[in-house]
């Protein structure tokens, strides 16, 4: 793990490079010691706590959207083909395959930011936990972030790390591995001490939504129903990461017009050409391999640099219910979510006798097109078949951890 002062150090970085800090020269003016010398300690008061909190917000974008891309492409919702022009990184090629050594340098950098986000969240509530605080407001938006962005944290080291090829979970502070069940309790366990913290209904529907999340990935179907009952609904925006031109969505710079590493399964084609109305949720484009005449399909649905990206929605909140519904021979409830959600891109409703399982599933993979929730229904629904036998399933922990961590020996 990455030692508090250079963590400090990379956040200032990132903020100024964000525009955070009005101007350079004010800055050296304004700040002393400089950054490369900056004590921790003064960071602890209150007025600096809006700057940490946008410092975490900034890590979690940055961290979500390289998480999601290798994921996707772990999965069989993306691919890479270096007859594609753009496609040229091979540790991206590594992990199409599942053939993932320890030291790829793409999961190495996802895998850094991800340390650095929960430490940043929960170096927040720590300092926080220093602080009197006149405004209280603010105290309540910084326990609020501290908590929701550490239970992110965690909610992302259960669902996208792993020790081996079909272990999931996680590390934290250099500490023994943390299988992915008890990595979503604790991811749970932090949003449920961001609820104490809301300013409004839809902070707790968020938090609901999130919550049922990780007990539906966790396999607890019950709890999942009753969190997933209080959460986003038709109507609610998404819970989304920001990204902006000095903080690059990372789906449109590696996998989209920004540069095109991965492009899409065919099959999402296919499912245009079954339904053209499903190009409402289902956003590609053409583009041809450097013979000028092989046809791919890159996504769209993140066409410029500062697109956002949906961490939750009403939308998979109703298919969770949907899942929980028909697993518990609810069919007909289950089916109205579903179509609930089709109305929502103007698609046809489904009818009783062509709705299952199965179907539920499809309609997942379309509403939640490129948002990183293949790979764990893949794993869930077992249909991790488009790999050979013993590939990861997740993105290892790397070598560089493995080798600094005494507790993973």
């Known amino acids: 793990m990455k030692n508090t002062h250079r963590m400090l150090c990379r956040l200032l970085l990132a903020l100024l490079l964000m525009g955070m800090v009005s101007a350079c020269n004010d800055f050296v003016n304004d700040v002393d010691p400089p950054v490369d010398q900056i004590d921790g300690n003064r960071l602890t008061q209150e007025s600096q706590m809006p700057f940490l909190m946008a410092g975490v917000q900034q890590r979690f974008a940055t961290t979500y959207g390289q998480t999601i891309v290798l994921a996707d492409a772990l999965s069989d919702a993306l691919f890479f083909d ?6 040229v990184l091979r540790s991206f090629e590594d992990i199409d ?24 969240a929960d170096d927040l509530l720590r300092r926080a936990q220093e602080i009197t605080f006149d405004d209280a407001d603010l105290e309540r938006q910084v326990f609020f972030v501290g908590n929701l962005y550490g239970g992110i944290a965690r909610y992302l080291y259960a669902t996208y790390t792993g020790l081996d090829e079909t ?20 991811a749970i366990e932090r949003l449920q001490s961001a609820l104490v913290y809301i300013s409004d209904g839809y902070d707790e529907s968020v938090l609901n939504s999130i919550i049922a999340r990780c007990q539906l990935f966790s396999g607890n179907q019950a709890e999942a129903a009753a969190f997933a009952g209080r959460g986003l609904m038709a109507g609610d925006p998404p819970f989304q990461a920001k990204y902006n031109s000095e903080s690059a969505n990372f789906y449109w710079a590696q996998a989209g017009r920004g540069q095109t590493q991965f492009v899409v399964g065919d099959r999402f084609a296919l499912f245009l050409e079954d339904d053209e109305a499903e190009s409402t949720r289902v956003k590609i484009e053409e583009i041809l391999g450097f013979d000028d005449e092989t046809v791919y399909w890159r996504q769209k649905r993140y066409a410029g640099i500062d697109a956002p990206i949906p961490f939750i929605s009403w939308q998979e909140n109703e298919l969770m219910l949907a899942e929980l519904d028909l697993r518990a021979n609810r069919v007909q409830e289950a089916l109205d979510r579903v179509n609930a959600v089709r109305a929502f891109y103007q698609l046809s409703q489904l009818q009783g006798f062509e709705f299952d399982l199965d179907v539920l599933v499809d309609e997942r993979e379309k509403t939640l097109f490129l948002q990183g929730l293949r790979l764990p229904d893949q794993r869930r629904f077992d249909l991790f078949d488009h790999l050979e036998e013993g590939a990861w399933q997740y993105l290892p922990i790397t070598e560089s951890e493995r080798n600094n961590n005494p507790n993973l020996d």
């Open 167 to 186: 272990t999931g979970g996680g590390v934290l502070d250099g500490g023994p591995f943390v299988p992915a069940r008890e990595m979503y309790r604790l």
């Open 82 to 87: 270096s007859e594609v022009p753009g496609a």
């Open 97 to 120: 395959f599942g053939e993932i050594e320890l030291d790829n340098s793409s999961v190495e950098a996802q895998f850094v930011d991800l340390g650095e986000l929960r430490f940043l």
